[in-house]
Each structure stands twice: as C-alpha cells, then as structure tokens.
C-alpha cells in the first residue's frame, strides 16, 4: 500500500467536483502523478476522456450556458422551431461547435432566440461568420446583418467573398450574403444533436 492514503472522498471532491487534473491534484496533495494514478485505479475512479479534459480547460467556470425545460406553450413551440431548425440547416458535421447558416433574417433570429431564452447563451458570445458575392456590398452587408440581428460588428469573422458567376445573379436569392451563426461548444452541440435523434425516435421509430 501507498502512503499516505489518499482518500477517495478527497480524490472525488478534487478530480470530480473541482474538475482538477491528476497533475494538478499531485501538486495540490503534494505527492506524485503516480499515486494519484493509482488510488484513482483503486476507488474505480474512471478517467476522463481527452476530449473531456480539453473541455474543462477551455471552460474553467463551467459551462457557458444552462438548458431551460420548455414549459409554457411558446417555450414549446421555440423549442421544437429550434431543434428543428438545427435538423435541417445547422451544420451538424462540425462537432465543436453549434452551428447555422442561412440567408434569411426571420429564421436567423428565430435560433439566436431558441439560443439565449432555451439554451441560456448570452448573445454577446455568439459569433458570425458572412460570407457575401464579389457583386454585393460588403459594408453594407454587415450593417445590415448587425442592426437586424441586433449584434456588434466585432462579433462578426473577417467576411468571406466568393466571386459571383455572372454580376447580379444572386441578389435576389441572397441580397446581404448568408451568414452563419457560430458557438463554439461541443457539449451544447452534443446535447441538441441528441434532442434530434431523441425526436426522431419518437416520430419515426
């Protein structure tokens, strides 16, 4: 046996609670990554992933957002609109990050509000990315996209041009670009992308 003892309320408190690393907790307990390895190994403390270490570290205060239970009728609604919408228009094959793109303003704030009132993201944090013809206006694409999304300039990514096939062709279709709404987060992303399938066994099982 290894002395001293950890003891596995003090090794739960810390790795699981805490969220500290097996390095951080040696230096902490001021003993060897060693020992910790291996009264975690005893208590049946399982590891965590990677992925979920990396987590942890960008996200030191927990996670930047609290999903609302839906309860009244426009929370429902909201709710199913978003799940929804995510299904088919979000990019679900971007796995750190919820994502959505589209050229249409009314659809665009009907998921920043499935975001910030369900999800609890402050809209502040969220990020978007323009992407615009080489005919249209790039100024005026993103003062346009600001005052209608109702967000600042500086959350937005450098604009991204792509040149247009014949002048014109495109400005009805998308008159100011198509703009994505980005936020970077893998477990939100889980969590929806989960509220899909759970949705879709329930219709379609």
């Known amino acids: 046996m290894l002395y001293p003892r ?48 990396v987590y942890l570290v960008n996200n030191p205060h927990g996670d930047p957002f609290t999903i609302k239970v839906p309860k009244t009728p426009e929370e429902l609604i909201l709710f199913g609109l978003g799940v929804g919408l995510y299904w088919g ?15 249409d303003s009314k659809l665009l704030k009907t998921y ?22 080489s005919d249209i206006n ?3 694409a993103l003062k346009y996209w600001c005052k209608t999304l109702n967000v600042k300039k500086e959350q937005f990514f450098k604009p991204r041009v792509t040149i247009s096939g014949s002048i014109g062709t495109y400005k009805k279709k998308s008159e100011y670009g198509v703009v994505t709404i980005y936020f970077g987060n893998t477990k939100l992303r889980d969590i929806i992308v989960g509220q899909i399938t759970e949705v879709v066994e329930r219709i379609a099982p």
């Open 138 to 140: 790039i100024a005026a």
């Open 6 to 53: 950890i003891t596995e309320a003090a090794l739960r408190d810390l790795y699981i609670e805490k969220h500290l690393s097996m390095m951080q907790i040696s230096k902490e307990l001021g003993c060897s990554h060693h020992k910790v390895a291996y009264w975690m190994t005893q208590y049946k403390i399982d590891r965590r992933s990677i992925s979920q270490a």
């Open 112 to 133: 920043i509000l499935f975001l910030t009132e369900l999800c609890g993201i402050r809209k502040d944090s969220l990020k978007f990315d323009l992407q615009v013809f």
């Open 89 to 103: 228009e979000g990019n679900k094959a971007h796995r750190n990050a919820v994502r959505l793109g589209n050229t």
